[in-house]
T-cell receptor
Framework: SQQGEEDPQALSIQEGENATMNCSYK?????LQWYRQNSGRGLVHLIL?????REKHSGRLRVTLDTSKKSSSLLITASRAADTASYFC????????????????FGQGTILTVHP | GAVVSQHPSRVICKSGTSVKIECRSL??????MFWYRQFPKQSLMLMAT?????????EQGVEKDKFLINHASLTLSTLTVTSAHPEDSSFYIC????????????FGPGTRLTVT
């Protein structure tokens, strides 16, 4: 089953605005990753944040992680039309075995549309 | 980042035939490869995990006799959809990971399978 739940499911904004997407998960994790997928294409890895980190930046991307709330957010600042895509969070769970060991579990995704 | 290729990118086949999809890691040795399936506007669903030289581990509900996975070398894994039916039409994505559970997974560009 998908562990990550993302909201909103769809987000529509104008170019130049900021876009914030949220992801919640249910179990303890080793790290959380964000991916982008353009329509009909493969996934592009955006950023990885480890469970002992709270915030990470990469260019116009800012990711936060709150392990106490089991949630993460992805902020895209000064959005561009080229940012239009689906965004997925994925969690890597480690622990004493279990069927999820070492596997990425993907959220349902947020469809972001940036209007020029 | 590392490159993972998939071939073919698109395939159309008739019901009852078999289709093979290749996944290659081009610049690193992938001891573990993953096969995902994605329906339109949905998230990625892990089908199976394959480790080089051993049998694949299938997720619950995935028929191992229908989706044959072979990981014969450190750079190549194949997924064969046997006796394909229209409901097997989907987007299949592979990913590859270098040795180590915490290493990043690199995703292929996906294969669009249409069964007529």
């Amino acid at each position: 089953s998908q562990q990550g739940e993302e909201d909103p499911q769809a987000l529509s904004i104008q170019e130049g605005e900021n876009a914030t997407m949220n992801c919640s998960y249910k179990t303890s994790i080793n790290n959380l990753q964000w991916y982008r997928q353009n329509s009909g294409r493969g996934l592009v890895h955006l950023i990885l944040i480890r469970s002992n980190e709270r915030e990470k930046h990469s260019g116009r991307l800012r990711v936060t992680l709150d392990t106490s709330k089991k949630s993460s957010s992805l902020l895209i600042t000064a959005s561009r039309a080229a940012d239009t895509a689906s965004y997925f969070c994925a969690t890597l769970r480690l622990g004493a075995g279990g069927t999820s060991y070492g596997k990425l579990t993907f959220g349902q995704g947020t469809i972001l549309t940036v209007h020029p | 980042g590392a490159v993972v290729s998939q071939h073919p990118s698109r395939v159309i086949c008739k019901s009852g035939t078999s289709v093979k999809i290749e996944c290659r890691s081009l610049d690193f040795q992938a001891t573990t490869m993953f096969w995902y399936r994605q329906f339109p506007k949905q998230s990625l669903m892990l089908m199976a995990t394959s480790n080089e030289g051993s049998k694949a581990t299938y997720e619950q509900g995935v028929e191992k006799d229908k989706f044959l996975i072979n990981h014969a070398s450190l750079t190549l894994s194949t997924l064969t959809v046997t006796s394909a039916h229209p409901e097997d039409s989907s987007f299949y994505i592979c990913s590859a990971r270098a040795p180590g559970v915490l290493n990043e997974q690199y995703f292929g560009p996906g294969t669009r399978l249409t069964v007529t």
